[in-house]
């Protein structure tokens, strides 16, 4: 069955460390987006790609980056973490219908001591 | 920006009950889409909706797209402990998504 996947699950690392967080689709979509989840604000958006090669800000990018090089995989990188980086990350993915709905990944559950 | 406002925010309710929970938007939404989050999950979607007035019933939930497509309400019935979660509406407008901030359901067995 197609599935998204999302790795590690939980991941625990220090401040200034570079952190990268994987995800994985197997619905060949060619749609994906990082979010996260903290209380008090839902989910928000990260970074988002329509496409291989393709790559936009979402409303909270500062201090994340993602490369698209194929169309199964969005990693996300954190370049040097911080404590407010602390989080829930939820990955999804898209057909490139526009108004789709979106299929999301388990979650991965970051903390920056 | 816009924003999907939800309501209510939490519910408390026994075994058996009916629920039901609305989504609104100052903005006109072409589709909206229900997720249920269950605790240390990713949200599930449950329903689709795709135009206005669509009533659409997955299981024991149903949900409607409104005439005036800035609003849309999600309905559980006869509810069961496993309904506890979170309830997100969603809509996707202009390629950007628009998620409501939740309700969060609790049953009581």
């Known amino acids: 069955d197609a599935e998204i996947t999302q790795s590690p699950r939980h991941k625990i690392t220090e401040t200034g460390r570079q952190v990268t967080l994987a995800c994985h689709q197997t619905?060949?979509?060619?749609?994906m987006f990082w979010y996260r989840q903290d209380l008090g604000h839902g989910l928000r958006l990260i970074h988002y790609?329509?496409?291989?090669?393709?790559?936009n800000k979402g409303e909270v990018s500062d201090g994340y980056s993602v490369s698209r090089s194929n169309t199964e995989d969005l990693p996300l990188t954190l370049e040097s973490a911080a404590s407010s980086q602390t989080s829930v990350y939820f990955c999804?993915?898209?057909?490139?219908?526009?108004?789709?709905?979106?299929?999301f990944g388990p979650g991965t559950r970051l903390t920056v001591t | 920006g816009q924003q999907l406002n939800q309501s209510p925010q939490s519910m408390f309710i026994q075994e058996g009950e009916d629920v039901s929970m609305n989504c609104t938007s100052s903005?006109?939404?072409?589709?909206w889409l229900w997720y249920k989050q269950d605790p240390g999950e990713g949200p599930v979607l449950l329903i689709a909706?795709?135009?206005?007035?669509e009533l659409t019933s997955n299981g024991r939930l149903t949900a409607q797209f409104g005439i005036t497509r800035k609003d849309s309400f999600l309905n559980i019935s006869a509810s069961i402990p496993s309904d506890v979660g979170i309830y997100f509406c969603?809509?996707?407008?202009?390629?950007?998504?628009?998620f409501g901030s939740g309700t969060k359901l609790n049953v009581k067995p």
């Open positions: 999804a993915s898209s057909t490139g219908t526009r108004g789709s709905e979106q299929y």
């Open positions: 619905w060949n979509h060619n749609n």
């Open positions: 790609s329509y496409g291989v090669q393709d790559t």
């Open positions: 903005s006109i939404f072409n589709t």
């Open positions: 909706l795709y135009k206005a007035g």
């Open positions: 969603a809509g996707p407008n202009f390629n950007k998504f628009y």
